[in-house]
């Protein structure tokens, strides 16, 4: 069920998208629009309405409205109850709550990682004192270990103000243990290329 739904940014939160609405009953795009134009007040006491722009083959755009939950079940409620409608609301239901739980989880190990975060910035403000690139070089270091991908990427790529915001939990647990590692070898003095090589190893 991921793909009925999605995480935003911070402020979007969780939600899903007038796209999947029309894939999943069985009406189409335009009508999904019709009724969310209609209803917009309706749907806007639950948070504001946004949308993004979508190319389309012929150049032109068609505008992809995205939903919150709330939004989402108010929706359908105007839509003719068939056994597709109901069958997609619970399944909807079911794939909020999860990936809900998911963000709730990510939450818990960010929390984690922030104190991380500081431990290693000690370690490197008293071993490393005069490196002025000491910190943004092993913060990178411990992403692209993790993700593959430079903190700045992840933000371009997600569209969230910080890096942790596009990280799934396991990825959080996996960047807190990679900058532990991180501040154990630099405080028994290795260097930089010498920690590279010893957290890009394979167990």
Not at 180 to 190: F, H, N, R
Request: proline residues 2%; neutral net charge.
């Amino acid at each position: 069920m991921e793909d009925l739904v999605m995480r935003g940014n911070v402020q979007e939160g969780v939600y899903t998208t007038s796209e999947i609405v029309s894939e999943y009953v069985g009406v189409t795009f335009e009508h999904v629009g019709q009724i969310t134009r209609k209803h917009k007040d309706r749907l806007e006491k639950f948070g504001k309405l946004v949308f993004e722009k979508r190319p389309l083959p012929s150049g032109q755009y068609r505008k992809v409205w995205h939903y919150n939950e709330q939004q989402a079940t108010l929706l359908i409620t105007f839509m003719r109850n068939t056994e597709q409608v109901a069958d997609f609301k619970e399944n909807l239901v079911k794939a909020f709550y999860e990936l809900r739980e998911e963000v709730t989880k990510q939450r818990v190990m960010l929390e984690s990682n922030r104190k991380t975060n500081k431990d290693l910035g000690q370690v490197i403000h008293d071993y490393l004192p005069d490196n002025s690139f000491a910190y943004s070089n092993y913060h990178t270091l411990a992403y692209k270990t993790v993700t593959g991908f430079t903190p700045r990427k992840l933000r371009d790529m997600y569209h969230v103000s910080h890096a942790q915001d596009a990280l799934t939990s396991e990825q959080v647990e996996m960047l807190e243990q990679v900058k532990q590692a991180i501040a154990s070898l630099i405080m028994i003095g290795q260097d930089y290329q010498t920690i590279q090589r010893a957290i890009s190893k394979p167990a």
